[in-house]
T-cell receptor, first 116, second 109 residues
């Protein structure tokens, strides 16, 4: 079974440029998460989808970040414009159940973003 | 707001030692507590998941315990091996998943 796929693995951009990250969850997983991980810290949730609905986006900086999950499968996270402080690893995860309280999450390898 | 801390931040031990990693959380209203492993440049791998009604879970050389009333969980690794070297993160699963900062473990051959 294929795991969570993310692309690109690495991205280097200049500040004020836009950037997009793509995630393909494990087949059949209804719940999808985007996390941000800074160096030496644990991941922080940005947004959680159940199917195509964003059920928790309270931590997403909506002035510059946006996300979508068309047809409840793949998801894209966008930053426009990027700032120096956005440099981090962006992780995507998925889990099987619509209720995330009982299932573990399966993580992709992440996209390492560097903003110059 | 849930806050999760982990002690120690880093740990270096010789191969074969038994060790304990600690995790504390401030809000006991959790559904579960999970332990993940993260290798450099890679995503996270789930090790153990303890439901709120459980006290512990075991997998091979790993044993995790949960004490909701005191807001603590421990991960016990028996007979450590160099391949155990990684960062270990605990996650409090409630309304959201809140990660601790991790413990960076190095097991020396």
């Amino acid at each position: 079974e294929a795991g969570v796929v993310q692309s690109p693995r690495y991205k280097i951009i200049e500040k004020k440029q836009p950037v997009a990250f793509w995630c393909n969850p494990i087949s059949g997983h209804n719940t999808l998460y985007w996390y941000l991980q800074n160096l030496g810290q644990g991941p922080e949730l940005l947004i959680r989808y159940e199917n195509e609905e964003a059920v928790d986006d309270s931590q997403l900086p909506k002035d510059r970040f946006s996300a979508e999950r068309l047809k409840g499968v793949d998801s894209t996270l966008k930053i426009q414009p990027a700032e120096l402080g956005d440099s981090a690893v962006y992780l995507c995860a998925s889990s099987p159940a619509a209720s995330a309280s009982t299932d573990t999450q399966y993580f992709g390898p992440g996209t390492r973003l560097t903003v110059l | 707001k849930q806050e999760v801390t982990q002690i120690p931040a880093a740990l270096s031990v010789p191969e074969g030692e038994n060790l304990v990693l600690n995790c504390s959380f401030t809000d006991s209203a959790i559904y579960n507590l999970q332990w993940f492993r993260q290798d450099p440049g890679k995503g996270l791998t789930s090790l153990l998941l303890i439901q709120s009604s459980q006290r512990e879970q075991t997998s091979g050389r790993l044993n995790a315990s949960l004490d909701k009333s005191s807001g603590r969980s421990t991960l016990y690794i028996a007979a450590s091996q160099p391949g155990d070297s990684a960062t270990y993160l605990c996650v409090a699963g409630g309304q959201n998943f809140v990660f601790g900062p991790g413990t960076r473990l190095s097991v020396l051959p």
